[in-house]
């Protein structure tokens, strides 16, 4: 059998953008994966669906497995020959229990490793423009928990405030009040900056600069929660200036991104990058077809075809599937013309490297065919390979040009209706807006709430295709200059300067 391994990643304060590139490359090959609460959704949904998947941040009664219980199923899927990943929100090490978790291992000769992350008594207070150390203010850092192992366990104030650097407290929103009154009566000035960072790096942080007096009535008043760090000293002063996570244009703003979730990834990362609070609702997936006999006829003539047409970079994948499939290679296609109807497809072209003859300057379907029957030649024939049910605006304009054409279907859109994001929790927060990228996104959409021109939902689309779409389904909308990502998200963010300056 396999030797099993149990690896402790850390998986940062919570912007799953600050995952380590090792800590994600371990976790993508895991056999099981054992996390907690303060591991956010960004980083879980990296976790491969092969894996097993442990939650031990809370049980059917919402109490955390206790730590013992943790360190033996952490023993138990090891001794199964697993590799095992143990995710901690932060650094394993920072309060994370990390070295209780390896004792049992170590005993029993279990291999591990370690793998640190960004903890969050740095980043939350990055984020929120605070540098923990400076050369003017603190020389210093000190990371302090509220909670010590046995509930009598108390700080010693007096010397924490004769220190001269930044404190940071973790665990400590309950016991606000008593930290703050215990560092004044232990010396330190009413006036000491101070603050605190809920949520710090995710979408919803939130940060409260006051003073050390009257820091505790600030975050109380605000309905400040755990997690969330407490920072204590002169650099605090510095966010002010430096405060820059609250300034990103979606910041808080959120999103739900319909494309398929294989899909969704660069559109994710644009919009989270912009402090967006992205909720991936994919309401579309595409299924290819098992190879059919007019597929195979198509592809082993395809010199006979003088242009292949792309309309998505799911047809350059089917396609390409299929012609593997065949056993034929991109050798078979030397003598074709291609084109795609924008750039992503180009680039998915380009990825099998081919580049695009031919771009229509507007990333429609009429425009493609329009630009495309100007350059053909009585004798052209052209292939088509998209989607089963794919817009009949192209073939109608290769009909009315007498253009001969062949539709090759590779593959199947499906509406996606069963989703784990309630549609209450996608509108609790308003206004929420929803990318659509093509027209069935918006009908899985629709599909999946009959209801759905009562809520508070914009719907931003990539074109007047998929708007007439939104528009039928009742959705407020607005259309992208362009058919493509980059001018959905500047649509996206024009909408929301204007929405948030009235
Ligand atoms: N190992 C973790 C800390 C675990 S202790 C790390 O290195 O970050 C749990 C405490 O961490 C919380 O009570 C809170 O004080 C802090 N914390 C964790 N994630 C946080 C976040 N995103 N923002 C603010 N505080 C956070």
Partial sequence: MKQGKVVLIGAGPGDPGLLTVKGRRILSIADTVIYDRLVGPGILSLIPP????????????????????????????????????????????????????????????????????????????AYAGIPVTHREYASSLHIIT?????????????????????????????????????????????????????????????????????????ARNAGICSPAVIVVGEVCGLAQRFHWADRRVLNGIRVLVTRPRNRSSRLTQMLM????????????????????????????????YSWVVFTSAAGVSAFYHALMECGLDSRVLSSCRFAAIGPTTAQALKKKGISADYIPSVYCCSALAEGLCASLSPDDHVLIPRA??????????????????????????????????????????????????????????????????????????????????????????????????????????SIVSRDFLH
């Fill in 50 to 125: 092969s894996a097993e998947r442990i939650d031990v941040g809370k049980q059917s009664g919402n109490h955390p497995v206790p730590q013992r219980q943790i360190n033996q199923i952490l023993l138990d899927h090891a001794l199964k020959g697993r590799l095992v990943v143990r995710l901690k929100g932060g650094d394993p090490f920072v309060f994370g229990r990390g070295g209780e978790e390896l004792d049992l291992l170590e005993k029993n000769g279990i291999p591990f490793e370690i793998v640190p992350g960004i903890t969050s008594a740095i980043a939350a207070p």
């Fill in 146 to 218: 509220a909670h010590g192992k046995n509930p009598g366990d108390f700080l010693d104030f007096s010397a924490l405030a004769a220190l001269p650097g930044t404190l940071v407290f973790l665990m400590g929103v309950s016991s606000l009040t008593t930290i703050c009154r215990g560092l004044l009566q232990g010396g330190l000035k009413p006036q000491t900056p101070a603050s605190v960072v809920e949520q710090g790096t995710s979408s919803m942080q939130r940060t409260i600069i006051s003073t050390l007096e009257q820091l505790p009535e600030q």
């Fill in 273 to 304: 990058d912009l402090g967006a609070e992205v909720i991936e609702y994919p309401c579309i997936q595409t299924i290819e077809r098992p190879l059919t006999p007019e597929t195979r006829e198509a592809l082993s003539h395809i010199s006979q």
């Fill in 388 to 493: 089963s049910e794919g817009n009949h605006m192209l073939t109608d304009v290769m009909r009315q040009n007498h253009a001969s054409y062949t539709e090759l279907p590779l593959y199947d859109t499906e509406l996606i209706n069963n989703h784990t994001v309630s549609f209450d929790a996608l509108c609790e927060k308003e206004p929420c807006y929803a990318i659509f990228t093509s027209a069935s996104t918006v009908r899985g959409f629709a599909a999946s709430h009959p209801h759905c021109s009562k809520l508070p939902i914009r719907a931003v689309c990539i074109g007047e295709q998929t708007a007439l779409e939104a528009q039928a389904a009742g959705l407020a909308c607005y259309v992208a200059e362009e058919a493509t990502l980059d001018s959905v998200v500047d649509c996206l963010c």
